[in-house]
């Protein structure tokens, strides 16, 4: 039997190629790569003021949306995933004024500041993406 087309393998073989996902984090603790200090000092703060553990991932092949897979690795990151009672896990996009997607803001909220507000965590949400828009170069 011959394979009258060799070409269709190749596409059939590229379709199941798995992309490799490098996320670059941000946590109160340290950051990834030199630029997101300014993140891992928000983020520092953000735990003292609402007691909030949180951190920023980003990568560049996630969707423009709070991304799932960055959600998941946020979660594990916080070790929210076998503590469900003792805390509650929140993601949020991370989106310039412009409409700039940056990332997702995944936070561990413990159980007992189940009024923790979202407002507040949008707000952080927005002044990361600000330090996105201060360290771009003006045009």
Request: aromatic share 8%; hydrophobic share 50%.
């Amino acid at each position: 039997m011959e394979f009258k087309n060799i070409h269709a393998w190749d596409d059939f073989a590229h379709a199941l190629e798995v992309a490799t996902v490098e996320f670059v984090v941000a946590t109160a603790a340290a950051a990834d790569i030199e630029a997101y200090a300014p993140l891992s000092a928000l983020l520092r703060r953000v735990q003292g003021a609402f007691g909030i553990e949180a951190a920023f991932v980003s990568d560049h092949l996630a969707a423009r949306e709070t991304d799932a897979l960055q959600r998941h690795y946020g979660m594990q990151l916080l070790g929210a995933g076998g503590s469900v009672s003792k805390y509650r896990f929140e993601a949020l996009p991370v989106v310039s004024g412009e409409g700039d997607w940056r990332g997702t803001l995944c936070c561990r909220i413990p159980a007992a500041a189940a009024t923790a507000d979202r407002q507040a965590l949008e707000s952080v949400a927005q002044l990361i993406a600000k330090c996105f828009a201060d360290a771009q170069p003006a045009d």
